[in-house]
């Protein structure tokens, strides 16, 4: 009996770290692009009104919150590559349900998102920490 409980522990343990939100890398090199970026997520659809994202890019790793009405959302992830294009994912504990396509300058970003439900336009400015 102590076999299948710890077996079931051990499952349960590696589906968590899985399915857990995304974590930034320990090392790396810095990009032009790491610091602290928010904004919005603006629609044309009344279901996704009021949609903000704050994220910290670091080692060209972006990792942040997607929220609704001030209230946490999502999580919003992926990598900025040496052009400044980031193609991130938005969900929960890992799975994605909706998607960014943002392009990086020095202190703004600005791209479009879609989702099952919208689609809209991203406009982020790099923010002190």
């Not at 689609?119 to 923010?127: P, S």
């Given at each position: 009996?102590?076999?299948?409980?710890?077996?079931?522990?051990?499952?349960?343990?590696?589906f968590?770290s899985?399915?857990?939100?995304?974590k930034?890398?320990?090392?790396?090199?810095?990009?032009?692009?790491?610091?602290?970026?928010?904004?919005?997520?603006?629609?044309k659809?009344?279901?996704?009104?009021n949609?903000?994202?704050?994220?910290?890019?670091?080692?060209?790793?972006?990792?942040?919150?997607?929220?609704?009405?001030?209230?946490?959302?999502?999580?919003?992830?992926?990598?900025v590559?040496?052009d400044?294009?980031?193609?991130?994912?938005?969900?929960?504990l890992?799975?994605?349900?909706?998607?960014?396509?943002?392009?990086?300058?020095?202190?703004?970003?600005?791209g479009?998102?879609?989702?099952?439900?919208?689609?809209?336009t991203a406009?982020?400015?790099?923010?002190?920490?």
């Amino acid at each position: 009996m102590k076999k299948t409980i710890c077996s079931v522990v051990a499952i349960s343990t590696l589906f968590l770290s899985a399915c857990s939100s995304p974590k930034f890398p320990e090392t790396g090199v810095v990009s032009q692009y790491d610091g602290h970026w928010a904004g919005d997520l603006n629609s044309k659809d009344f279901r996704c009104e009021n949609i903000t994202v704050e994220f910290e890019v670091r080692y060209g790793f972006a990792s942040g919150t997607v929220y609704d009405s001030g209230a946490v959302f999502a999580d919003v992830w992926g990598e900025v590559g040496p052009d400044g294009k980031l193609a991130a994912d938005i969900g929960k504990l890992g799975v994605s349900g909706a998607s960014a396509d943002i392009q990086f300058g020095s202190d703004a970003a600005v791209g479009s998102w879609k989702s099952k439900h919208c689609t809209g336009t991203a406009d982020l400015k790099k923010v002190e920490a």
